[in-house]
T-cell receptor, first 115, second 112 residues
Framework: GAVVSQHPSWVICKSGTSVKIECRSL??????MFWYRQFPKQSLMLMAT?????????EQGVEKDKFLINHASLTLSTLTVTSAHPEDSSFYIC???????????FGQGTRLTVV | LAKTTQPISMDSYEGQEVNITCSHN???????ITWYQQFPSQGPRFIIQ???TKVTNEVASLFIPADRKSSTLSLPRVSLSDTAVYYC?????????????FGAGTRLAVHP
């Protein structure tokens, strides 16, 4: 099956710093990728839709200036959490769309801890 | 996007068949029904997808009645490793656009 890889798997950063998370589709091209956030014992919450070559579309309530998304190629989307705060600590997951009538493929997730 | 309703949790024992039903009363004509499994600290993993009637693969079966307002995921002979959260989602996959809105999911606990 198709593979989507996230890097890093986990990261610890200090408050006020920025963290970049990468999402790569390893064996297919993805014009669209999605970013989710998941808090403990909760479901995945869609943050934004990442479109290759254009601006990301953010869900209501998600700060676009805080969560910067760049989809510069058909195999890579990045999420940068800027000026991170402890409340940004969460599990961030990406998914990639292979197109056509197929399922979405998810990365393994990135555990962000802001101290 | 169609909203889904599932039981919050279920318990089962090893070797039993588990059926998880999902309601999606306002499913659209173009919507497909997809089930994902998620283990703690991992991304969701695709289980099965269907549009109508019955779909079966090596891990599960999906039953969809004619009105498509609900669906049932059937896991045959579960094991401890099937303990996970199961999500039912509906969406228009035909357009190649898997913008998935996750509901609460069903937390399945399999006991020895």
């Amino acid at each position: 099956g198709a593979v989507v890889s996230q890097h890093p798997s986990w990261v610890i950063c200090k408050s006020g710093t920025s963290v970049k998370i990468e999402c790569r589709s390893l064996d297919f091209q993805a014009t669209t990728m999605f970013w989710y956030r998941q808090f403990p014992k909760q479901s995945l919450m869609l943050m934004a839709t990442s479109n290759e070559g254009s601006k990301a579309t953010y869900e209501q309530g998600v700060e676009k200036d805080k969560f910067l998304i760049n989809h510069a190629s058909l195999t890579l989307s990045t999420l940068t959490v800027t000026s991170a705060h402890p409340e940004d600590s969460s599990f961030y997951i990406c998914s990639a769309d292979r197109g056509g009538n197929t399922e979405a493929f998810f990365g393994q997730g990135t555990r962000l801890t802001v101290v | 996007l169609a909203k889904t309703t599932q039981p919050i949790s279920m318990d089962s024992y090893e070797g039993q068949e588990v059926n998880i039903t999902c309601s999606h009363n306002n499913i659209a004509t173009n919507d497909y029904i997809t089930w994902y499994q998620q283990f703690p600290s991992q991304g969701p993993r695709f289980i099965i997808q269907g549009y109508k009637t019955k779909v079966t693969n090596e891990v599960a079966s999906l039953f969809i009645p004619a009105d498509r307002k609900s669906s049932t995921l059937s896991l045959p002979r579960v094991s401890l490793s099937d303990t996970a959260v199961y999500y039912c989602l509906v969406g228009d996959g035909a357009g190649g656009y898997n913008k998935l809105i996750f509901g609460a999911g069903t937390r399945l606990a399999v006991h020895p």
